[in-house]
């Protein structure tokens, strides 16, 4: 019965080149699946006897509710206390002290940085890697130390791409920075922190209410630098693994999709020995020998490890 339902719907409203209409009219048969009733033969062909009628209506009843629902989104979006009238509205939380909005987004120009400059950076880079370091880069181009060594790995392998013969694509990237603009330098960007507040009550005589302030027991400069610095050097961690710069043996597709293939005579063992005062972990191969790990296998053993760390954000 249902599908006959959406059938005849289906039909009736391609017949009158109504094409809007058929999704309302299949999700109003599906809704009302739930409340159908196990009608008999008589009732069924009682229906189908009516025609378009039905439909035309049930149509007509779908297209007002989604009008007021319309209505109704538009009508709460007017009244809510994030929307002011006339004024410029974007992003209801800044964390950083420039009050930035998606009309005043000054940090825009840290994104937004020239090909030109990207391609300095990296032959300043390479010309002199203790001069032109990702740290002392950030400070002259006033970015964060990440988007640098992005930066700079993006360049190395489009280098690698050049020395091997590939084809880029330099017209498209022309007309993306024709379209969006170029920066020569960024906005400043750094990293902030948003250190919370609690209410502290203590019971003071009016003297002692104007000579003390009350001020936040964590210095919002010190924490945010203290983080970055560990946000730093996990996304050096990470970035070198995913660049093939360390690790480049080791198999960066899903082990369980894409298994190893089994060796002969079977895979080598790496032993974690336990303890209070246990051994390095080491290797076992099939020879009877012991061996410790190299650099890659210890890679991959850092990859598995879980680091404890501070919340960060």
Known sequence: MLLRKVARELRHSSRNGNNGLVFCACSSSFSSFSSLS????GNKEEEGGKGGEGSEDKEENDTSKVEMRHASRKNLVS????????????WLYDATPRKETIHNFLSQKNSILSDRVKTKMYLDHKKDPVKYSSENLAKEYMVREQRIMAILALKRREAEWIKNGKELDYDLEARFEAVFGTSERGAGE???????????FEVLTGEEANERTPGLKVDPEKLAM??????????KERLDFNTGVTGASLKRESRRKHAAKRPKGGFALLVTPLGKNAKDPYVAPLDGEVRP???????????RTIKPRRRIG
Not at 38 to 41: H, I, L
Not at 79 to 90: D, V
């Open 226 to 235: 203290r983080e970055e610095r560990e946000l730093v050097k996990t996304f």
């Open 190 to 200: 750094r990293h902030y922190v948003d250190v919370p507040t609690y209410p502290s």
């Open 79 to 90: 009244k809510s206390w994030e929307y002011r009238k006339g004024e410029p509205w974007g």
């Open 38 to 41: 196990s009608d008999d033969d």
């Open 293 to 303: 790990l190299n650099d890659d296998e210890e890679v991959f053993k850092n990859q």
